[in-house]
């Protein structure tokens, strides 16, 4: 979340293909020192360099798309790699699980290796060397990065951890908060001292611009966050092992492959605020069709759900993509990038955040609830614990099975609260789609 802003500044400075060079190397060093690891603290270095090398492939993607392509080719080439986007992050827990499963974990760090050599391979062959400019290090807008650096970071952790660490009765949140605050504190004053600030947050001002950089949040909130919830409800509750979580994940990438090779010529002949309104209500339908969860719910249950996510990733993340870069003038279209997939993945962030809240919060409240009615003088119960001491025959046994079961019940109760939440989070952002303007006709897709 970090890196992604930055990515147009290393640009600019070092030249697209060297920039990709780097990343990629440092990216497969990174993978395999998490493969290697065998404590908690080389894991965890391990994938902050990950995130950081990672972090600019996602944004320099479209460029090369954009810039390398004829004109006629560039639609065909924004769909594929929307394809790929999309299906990464459902192909890859599914992947990551088999390994896990059948192999060993480390397989799934180590698999980026020859992905990553076929990478600079492709890079060196396709891509033209540009000169360096390193009199931008002078140059560079440094207290906006370090105000955006610290700002990111620290709101990130607190979003991350704040519910684990009791938010605000930790020190450790609290001083976060206050650094999270002066970082964009500094990145704000940048904006007036630089004339050439690190990333230019005016453009959030643009009417059709923040209305689609407050819609990615939303979706990036339902794509990590429901990427989260199920695969947890069918370990936890249906027992699931990773792999076999995996493939429910994977039927979300189904509507997209049926839907992408659709998508340059629907760009060009809809309006994109009904892609965008379409894509929208596939995703609260997504969350909606949840509700129902029960302790007997396994993977079955989230096909319609999956199905409908899919939908939902395919028209409304290609939607507005376009409808982000032809939003902002073309000088702020790396600006307009950044943000526009900084948004999605702080938009992950609250999710989690969110998420790790309220089935805390909820799962007490439902335990609570469901307890005051299980009392001695309930028949309910009675019966209940009748039933467990015939089948345990220990009276002990029996009330222990009994909480169990009211703990289950309440963290299923849980998880229905928390998809109907989101499923309101989506819908709270649907009049936002008439702020958005059309796309311009008889003009290539616009790319980032």
Same mark, same amino acid.
């Given at each position: 979340?970090?890196?992604?802003?930055?990515?147009?500044?290393?640009?600019?400075?070092?030249?697209?293909?060297?920039?990709?060079?780097?990343?990629?190397?440092?990216?497969?060093?990174?993978?395999?020192?998490? !493969?290697? %690891?065998?404590?908690?603290?080389?894991? +965890?270095? &391990?994938? =902050?360099?990950?995130?950081?090398? *990672? /972090?600019? @492939?996602?944004?320099?993607?479209?460029?090369?798309?954009?810039?390398?392509?004829?004109?006629?080719?560039?639609?065909? !080439?924004? %769909?594929?790699?929307?394809?790929?986007? +999309?299906? &990464?992050? =459902?192909?890859?827990?599914?992947? *990551? /699980?088999? @390994?896990?499963?059948?192999?060993?974990?480390?397989?799934?760090?180590?698999?980026?290796?020859?992905?990553?050599?076929?990478?600079? %391979?492709?890079?060196?062959?396709?891509?033209?060397?540009?000169?360096?400019?390193?009199?931008?290090?002078?140059?560079?807008?440094?207290?906006?990065?370090?105000?955006?650096?610290?700002?990111?970071?620290?709101?990130?952790?607190?979003?991350?951890?704040?519910?684990?660490?009791?938010?605000?009765?930790?020190?450790?949140?609290?001083?976060?908060?206050?650094?999270?605050?002066?970082?964009?504190?500094?990145?704000?004053?940048?904006?007036?001292?630089?004339?050439?600030?690190?990333?230019?947050?005016?453009?959030?001002?643009?009417?059709?611009?923040?209305?689609?950089?407050?819609?990615?949040?939303?979706?990036?909130?339902?794509?990590?966050?429901?990427?989260?919830?199920?695969?947890?409800?069918?370990?936890?509750?249906?027992?699931?092992?990773?792999?076999?979580?995996?493939?429910?994940?994977?039927?979300?990438?189904?509507?997209?492959?049926?839907?992408?090779?659709?998508?340059?010529?629907?760009?060009?002949?809809?309006?994109?605020?009904?892609?965008?309104?379409?894509?929208?209500?596939?995703?609260?339908?997504?969350?909606?069709?949840?509700?129902?969860?029960?302790?007997?719910?396994?993977?079955?249950?989230?096909?319609?759900?999956?199905?409908?996510?899919?939908?939902?990733?395919?028209?409304?993340?290609?939607?507005?993509?376009?409808?982000?870069?032809?939003?902002?003038?073309?000088?702020?279209?790396?600006?307009?990038?950044?943000?526009?997939?900084?948004?999605?993945?702080?938009?992950?962030?609250?999710?989690?955040?969110?998420?790790?809240?309220?089935?805390?919060?909820?799962?007490?409240?439902?335990?609570?609830?469901?307890?005051?009615?299980?009392?001695?003088?309930?028949?309910?119960?009675?019966?209940?614990?009748?039933?467990?001491?015939?089948?345990?025959?220990?009276?002990?046994?029996?009330?222990?099975?009994?909480?169990?079961?009211?703990?289950?019940?309440?963290?299923?109760?849980?998880?229905?609260?928390?998809?109907?939440?989101?499923?309101?989070?989506?819908?709270?952002?649907?009049?936002?789609?008439?702020?958005?303007?059309?796309?311009?006709?008889?003009?290539?897709?616009?790319?980032?």
């Amino acid at each position: 979340i970090v890196m992604i802003p930055l990515t147009g500044w290393f640009v600019r400075t070092l030249g697209l293909r060297t920039f990709l060079l780097i990343c990629a190397t440092l990216f497969t060093a990174f993978s395999v020192m998490c !493969g290697l %690891a065998d404590s908690l603290p080389m894991m +965890i270095a &391990g994938r =902050v360099g990950q995130g950081f090398a *990672g /972090g600019a @492939l996602i944004p320099t993607a479209l460029t090369i798309v954009g810039t390398r392509l004829p004109p006629k080719q560039q639609p065909l !080439g924004t %769909a594929l790699f929307g394809m790929t986007v +999309i299906l &990464g992050p =459902v192909i890859g827990p599914l992947l *990551g /699980g088999w @390994l896990t499963e059948n192999v060993s974990w480390h397989y799934a760090f180590f698999i980026n290796v020859p992905i990553c050599a076929g990478l600079v %391979a492709l890079l060196l062959l396709g891509l033209p060397h540009e000169t360096s400019d390193w009199g931008g290090l002078l140059r560079a807008d440094w207290l906006g990065i370090v105000g955006m650096t610290a700002g990111l970071s620290a709101l990130t952790v607190v979003l991350e951890d704040g519910q684990r660490e009791r938010w605000f009765e930790s020190t450790m949140i609290v001083v976060l908060s206050i650094v999270s605050v002066l970082g964009f504190a500094l990145l704000a004053l940048s904006q007036f001292t630089s004339k050439a600030p690190v990333i230019r947050l005016n453009i959030l001002f643009q009417r059709s611009f923040g209305a689609v950089f407050v819609m990615v949040m939303a979706v990036g909130m339902i794509l990590f966050g429901v990427m989260y919830m199920i695969p947890q409800f069918l370990a936890i509750i249906a027992g699931y092992n990773t792999e076999q979580a995996g493939y429910v994940l994977l039927l979300a990438g189904l509507p997209t492959i049926l839907l992408m090779p659709l998508m340059p010529k629907m760009l060009e002949t809809v309006d994109v605020r009904i892609m965008v309104f379409g894509g929208m209500l596939c995703f609260a339908a997504a969350c909606f069709v949840n509700l129902g969860l029960t302790p007997d719910s396994i993977g079955p249950h989230f096909v319609i759900g999956q199905l409908l996510q899919g939908c939902g990733l395919a028209l409304a993340m290609m939607a507005l993509n376009q409808a982000a870069i032809t939003s902002v003038p073309r000088e702020y279209t790396s600006d307009a990038s950044g943000l526009f997939n900084a948004a999605r993945n702080l938009g992950g962030s609250i999710g989690l955040a969110i998420i790790s809240t309220f089935q805390e919060r909820r799962t007490t409240l439902h335990i609570d609830a469901i307890g005051s009615s299980v009392t001695a003088n309930s028949t309910i119960a009675q019966d209940a614990l009748h039933a467990y001491g015939q089948q345990l025959g220990d009276a002990t046994q029996a009330m222990a099975v009994l909480a169990q079961t009211v703990q289950m019940q309440a963290m299923v109760m849980a998880y229905n609260d928390l998809f109907w939440i989101f499923g309101l989070i989506v819908v709270a952002t649907l009049p936002l789609v008439f702020l958005l303007k059309p796309l311009p006709k008889g003009v290539p897709l616009a790319m980032h």
